[in-house]
């Protein structure tokens, strides 16, 4: 059974930088992408970026300036950057894995539902 | 990038009823939709995935529909454990990947 633990700081200043980091356990790490997604208080989901076991990233381009994802392969973890944090980037965050396959229309880019998703760690900035 | 509306954003229901939520997408996104279910304080759970195949282990009351633009998750007889968040994903265009809003069910 695959399972995603995830941690890292819970309360932030604003100008730091969060670091957030997921370890799988059960399961591939190869094979698929990894997530973060966001849900501030009482809002919707937000997309921040994905990885791979290779290390190939993208990032939401609303938050890319500011996000740096990395792989630890040899510990099957992922880990999330988000630098100069203010009040907005008060949020759950989650770490997710994509079930991953490639379609026929766009052969180089991955497409992803999430299936797995870690226990989320709420992130709060405040002064 | 995608936008997702979904709709609606909440509503009130009792055990037994038949509930349908609706997601709308601002292109064709053929098939690629997946639903989740959320409840406080739990990350969402996936529920259905390629717009309308069940994933394991999910009651067969819950059904989904759709394709292009159009899309429906339906609850054919509601149960207690189904009051929670409801949220859709297109996986179609992953810069960047998108969520509707979400449609809060609650008890009448």
């Known amino acids: 059974q695959v399972q995603l633990q995830q941690w890292g700081a819970g309360l932030l200043k604003p100008s730091e930088t969060l670091s957030l980091t997921c370890a799988v356990y059960?399961?591939?790490?190869?094979?698929?992408?990894w997530s973060w997604i966001r849900q501030p208080p009482g809002k919707g989901l937000e997309w921040i970026g994905e990885i791979n076991h290779s290390g190939s990233t993208n990032y939401n381009p609303s938050l890319k300036s500011r996000v740096t994802i990395s792989v630890d392969t040899s510990k099957n973890q992922f880990s999330l950057k988000l630098s100069s944090v203010t009040a907005a980037d008060t949020a759950v965050y989650y770490c997710?894995?994509?079930?991953?396959?490639?379609?026929?229309?766009?052969?180089?880019?991955?497409?992803?539902?999430?299936?797995?998703w870690g226990q989320g760690t709420l992130v709060t900035v405040s002064s | 990038a995608i936008r997702i509306t979904q709709s609606p954003s909440s509503l009130s229901a009792s055990t037994g009823d038949r509930v349908t939520i609706t997601c709308r997408a601002s292109?064709?996104?053929?098939?690629?939709l997946a639903w989740y279910q959320q409840k406080p304080g739990k990350a969402p759970k996936l529920l259905i995935y390629a717009a309308s195949t069940l994933q394991s282990g999910v009651p067969s009351r819950f059904s989904g529909s759709g394709s292009g633009t159009d899309f429906t998750l339906t609850i054919s007889c509601l149960q207690s454990e189904d009051f929670a968040t409801y949220y859709c994903q297109q996986y179609y265009s992953y810069l960047p990947l998108t969520f509707g809003g979400g449609t809060k069910v609650e008890i009448k």
């Open positions: 292109q064709g996104i053929s098939s690629y």
């Open positions: 059960g399961g591939s790490f190869s094979g698929y992408y």
């Open positions: 997710a894995r994509g079930y991953t396959f490639y379609i026929a229309a766009r052969p180089r880019f991955p497409v992803y539902y999430f299936d797995y």
